[in-house]
């Protein structure tokens, strides 16, 4: 592709800034407007289809009260049992009624004009009598819409409107039927049906249009024509009609969109009907609006040229002006010697790739550099710390003092800072520590330091002979501020043990492990400590156990005090803290020895401890990733809780199980209860069973059965005139011997015998 120069881009940018907002402003304007007149039109269309159809409830309405009028009429009432026209015409009485119900038909036509007949048709007559006289059913010549009748109620389901016919009384002309069946207001059985002209219906629904080319149509649910201007497709099938197939397959019951007829664009706007199932379809022509908008779009058009071009050549002015100095830079840096400027391109192209191309020379050469050093530098002190240094005259230059240290640092709670952060946010957050450290360390000494692996980081310092005596005072201060800062960076503590000093870089490895044995001292002095050789005294005591405090924990959790076991185990743990000579060793034996105490506790309990404490609790490996001896307390102080907990969930269920177990025994008791059916019953264990009902009652589950039992016994024998061998097999024994045998161990004597001195 060609480069331009820079004015030719900056004036074709600054012209696309002002042309398209003005193009877009223009079309979305158009297009507003046009939408906006078209949504408009819908709406107004739509609410003449609700005109036309609030016309037809009326007319439906009107209708509905008409036949609910005539057919409370006395005299349609006593037409009741006129089956036969020949005998009405013979009696003259019969006759005369006739003629009164044709006349009442005959003045519901006259009094409106959309009225073109009425019939009476009674199921079990031989006549059908209608406005213009009384017509035997065989001769009757309109016979469409009583199809629609027989159809409706032999298939039981509701008929108010049909679809238009010819008329009964003029050829010329079409009328539609709304027949309504006798069934709740009059003992006949049949219907009323009044024909209206199908021209007057149209009128009335497309009374509010004012343009020729508008019209409102119904059709049915199958596309059929019920009402229309243009009468040449009444009844006719319109489905094949594209805007009439859209409407029909729409599940929207009302909407409006545009559609081309015949090369002209309307508006169709559609409601749909439940009652009747009928669909009110309305057609606008949109010649008139379309003239009007394209009259002011033209005009707007017109305007935002005009503006375009004026934009255009102020771009241009614009251009030039912020242009020359530009290319007086560029042709000063082109007459400099030294400077190759490859490729071809415009002003700003050739300026950017000149500076791109020095800046990433000066930078890759700085990173080179600083990345071999840093590699350098670590890799010399990893050799330090294994004990296999490296003898480059450059690494020795680090430490050019006599005496050395080693610092470790170490992250408290690192399982949390493991499960906080990524791998390599962690290696970020241990760079911060170890730029930190060697920033406020090196303000007193010359040091160096590597991130390891897991917790640690190291930082080897160099001392003079002189610096020996303050060092650990000056580190510790310089520590101290490490770590308030660090706690605020990787959201827990840091901390530190201090190595011996060396007076040979090559046995600084000796510092180093010396450093990490006294980080078991964090155990007994707490998170964020400051460890070094001297508090690393010897214990001197024999190993000591708080036997006294066991027993106290014990007791508490028998009798479920959570304040006083938790006062228990606080005093536990500061018999510990008091005992300065203990070492962390011995720390761990007890602590391992009170949880080896606290699993017989609860095997002698019959409690396991996964239904304490869950499947995947090991209550060891969980003491070992403890780091100080007061979180070893909550530590403790927790399992014991939940043990509390777990024996007073206990013994509500125990409470809820004995009242399933005696309902069950109360139920049952006459029956042979054996104790496995019963524990299967509850959902527990043989023994645990007994366990709870002897616990609760006091005594075991078959005396109970047997007294229960007993006491039935007495009561049968006192009461009725059963033989004791009924009684005996009523009560779930298998023989009247058995029975005899439990009722005197209960009662003392045999059943005969208290029978009869109850008896007398």
């Known amino acids: 592709m060609k480069n331009y120069s820079v004015i030719v881009k900056l004036m074709i940018v600054l012209s696309l800034f002002i042309i398209i907002p003005i193009i877009t402003i223009t079309?979305?304007?158009?297009?507003?407007?046009?939408?906006?007149?078209?949504?408009?039109?819908?709406?107004?269309?739509?609410?003449?289809?609700?005109?036309?159809?609030?016309?037809?409830?009326?007319?439906?309405?009107?209708?509905?009260?008409?036949?609910?009028?005539?057919?409370?009429?006395?005299?349609?009432?006593?037409?009741?049992?006129?089956?036969?026209?020949?005998?009405?015409?013979?009696?003259?009485?019969?006759?005369?009624?006739?003629?009164?119900?044709?006349?009442?038909?005959?003045?519901?036509?006259?009094?409106?004009?959309?009225?073109?007949?009425?019939?009476?048709?009674?199921?079990?007559?031989?006549?059908?009598?209608?406005?213009?006289?009384?017509?035997?059913?065989?001769?009757?010549?309109?016979?469409?819409?009583?199809?629609?009748?027989?159809?409706?109620?032999?298939?039981?389901?509701?008929?108010?409107?049909?679809d238009p016919r010819p008329s009964d009384t003029n050829g010329n002309s079409s009328v539609i039927s709304y027949i309504f069946p006798l069934t709740y207001t009059t003992n006949l059985k049949g219907s009323i049906t009044i024909n209206i002209y199908e021209s007057r219906l149209s009128n009335l629904i497309n009374s509010n249009n004012y343009d020729i080319s508008d019209f409102i149509s119904i059709i049915n649910a199958n596309g059929e024509v019920i009402s229309s201007v243009d009468k040449t497709i009444l009844n006719k099938n319109l489905t094949d009609v594209?805007?009439?197939?859209?409407?029909?397959?729409?599940?929207?019951?009302?909407?409006?969109?545009?559609?081309?007829?015949?090369?002209?664009?309307?508006?169709?706007?559609?409601?749909?009907?439940?009652?009747?199932?009928?669909?009110?379809?309305?057609?606008?022509?949109l010649d008139t609006l379309t003239t009007k908008v394209n009259s002011l779009k033209m005009s707007i058009i017109y305007i935002s040229i005009f503006l375009l071009v004026l934009?255009?050549?102020?771009?241009?002015?614009?251009?030039?002006?912020?242009?020359?100095?530009?290319?007086?830079?560029?042709?000063?840096?082109?007459?400099?010697?030294?400077?190759?400027?490859?490729?071809?391109?415009?002003?700003?192209?050739?300026?950017?790739?000149?500076?791109?191309?020095?800046?990433?020379?000066?930078?890759?050469?700085?990173?080179?550099?600083?990345?071999?050093?840093?590699?350098?530098?670590?890799?010399?002190?990893?050799?330090?710390?294994?004990?296999?240094?490296?003898?480059?005259?450059?690494?020795?230059?680090?430490?050019?003092?006599?005496?050395?240290?080693?610092?470790?640092?170490?992250?408290?709670?690192?399982?949390?800072?493991?499960?906080?952060?990524?791998?390599?946010?962690?290696?970020?957050?241990?760079?911060?520590?170890?730029?930190?450290?060697?920033?406020?360390?090196?303000?007193?000494?010359?040091?160096?330091?590597?991130?390891?692996?897991?917790?640690?980081?190291?930082?080897?310092?160099?001392?003079?002979?002189?610096?020996?005596?303050?060092?650990?005072?000056?580190?510790?201060?310089?520590?101290?501020?490490?770590q308030q800062e660090a706690s605020k960076i990787i959201e827990t503590t840091i901390s530190v043990c201090l190595g011996g000093i060396y007076d040979d870089i090559l046995k600084i490895r000796n510092s180093y492990n010396e450093a990490q044995n006294l980080i078991k001292q964090r155990f007994i002095i707490g998170h964020e400590a400051f460890i070094y050789q001297k508090e690393n005294t010897a214990a001197t005591n024999k190993y000591f156990y708080p036997f006294n405090m066991e027993k106290q924990i014990f007791n508490n959790i028998d009798i479920?005090?959570?304040?006083?076991?938790?006062?228990?185990?606080?005093?536990?743990?500061?018999?510990i803290k008091h005992n300065k000579n203990l070492s962390y060793d011995n720390i761990m034996l007890i602590l391992n020895q009170l949880l080896g105490s606290t699993i017989k506790y609860l095997l002698d309990l019959n409690i396991s401890v996964s239904k304490v404490f869950g499947n995947d609790f090991n209550i060891y490996s969980k003491l070992a990733e403890i780091d100080t001896l007061d979180e070893a307390g909550l530590f403790l102080s927790n399992i014991y809780l939940q043990i509390i907990e777990y024996n007073e969930m206990f013994k509500v269920e125990g409470k809820s199980h004995i009242v399933k177990i005696l309902d069950y025994i109360h139920k049952n008791y006459k029956k042979d209860i054996a104790i496995n059916m019963l524990a299967e019953h509850v959902g527990l264990s043989y023994s645990h069973v007994r366990k709870i009902f002897n616990d609760e009652t006091g005594e075991n589950i078959v005396n109970y059965i047997n007294n229960m039992r007993i006491e039935e016994a007495q009561r049968l024998l006192r009461q009725t005139n059963m033989n004791i061998n009924d009684i005996a097999l009523s009560l779930g024994y298998n023989n009247k011997q058995s029975f005899n045998r439990f009722f005197k161990k209960y009662v003392g004597i045999n059943p005969g015998e208290y029978r009869n001195i109850k008896a007398n």
């Open 242 to 285: 594209p805007y009439i197939s859209k409407i029909l397959n729409s599940e929207i019951e009302r909407g409006h969109f545009i559609h081309s007829i015949n090369e002209k664009r309307f508006l169709i706007t559609y409601l749909k009907t439940g009652a009747e199932n009928w669909t009110f379809v309305g057609v606008f022509s």
């Open 311 to 482: 934009f255009v050549l102020l771009s241009y002015v614009i251009s030039r002006r912020l242009f020359n100095p530009v290319k007086k830079l560029v042709q000063e840096i082109k007459s400099r010697k030294g400077i190759d400027i490859i490729g071809n391109g415009n002003e700003f192209t050739l300026l950017s790739k000149t500076f791109d191309v020095m800046i990433k020379q000066e930078d890759q050469l700085f990173r080179t550099i600083e990345r071999d050093q840093k590699n350098l530098r670590e890799n010399y002190l990893l050799s330090l710390l294994r004990g296999k240094p490296s003898n480059s005259e450059d690494e020795m230059k680090l430490f050019p003092l006599k005496n050395t240290l080693c610092c470790v640092i170490y992250i408290d709670k690192y399982n949390d800072f493991i499960s906080n952060f990524s791998y390599e946010h962690q290696y970020y957050l241990k760079s911060v520590i170890l730029n930190l450290s060697e920033e406020k360390v090196g303000e007193s000494f010359i040091c160096s330091g590597v991130v390891l692996d897991g917790d640690k980081v190291v930082i080897i310092v160099n001392i003079t002979d002189e610096d020996i005596i303050k060092v650990t005072h000056v580190l510790k201060s310089a520590f101290s501020i490490v």
């Open 27 to 162: 079309f979305i304007f158009n297009y507003g407007i046009m939408k906006y007149s078209e949504d408009e039109i819908g709406r107004s269309g739509l609410g003449k289809l609700d005109s036309a159809k609030s016309v037809t409830d009326l007319l439906s309405q009107t209708i509905n009260n008409e036949i609910l009028h005539l057919s409370l009429d006395e005299t349609l009432n006593r037409l009741y049992g006129m089956d036969d026209i020949n005998q009405a015409i013979k009696d003259s009485d019969n006759n005369l009624m006739l003629y009164q119900f044709v006349s009442k038909l005959s003045d519901i036509v006259k009094t409106n004009n959309a009225y073109s007949s009425v019939y009476l048709y009674l199921d079990n007559s031989n006549y059908i009598a209608t406005s213009n006289g009384v017509y035997p059913k065989e001769t009757f010549p309109d016979e469409t819409w009583l199809k629609y009748y027989i159809k409706s109620k032999e298939l039981g389901e509701p008929l108010s409107w049909t």
């Open 560 to 575: 479920g005090s959570k304040d006083a076991l938790l006062s228990s185990i606080s005093s536990f743990f500061d018999e």
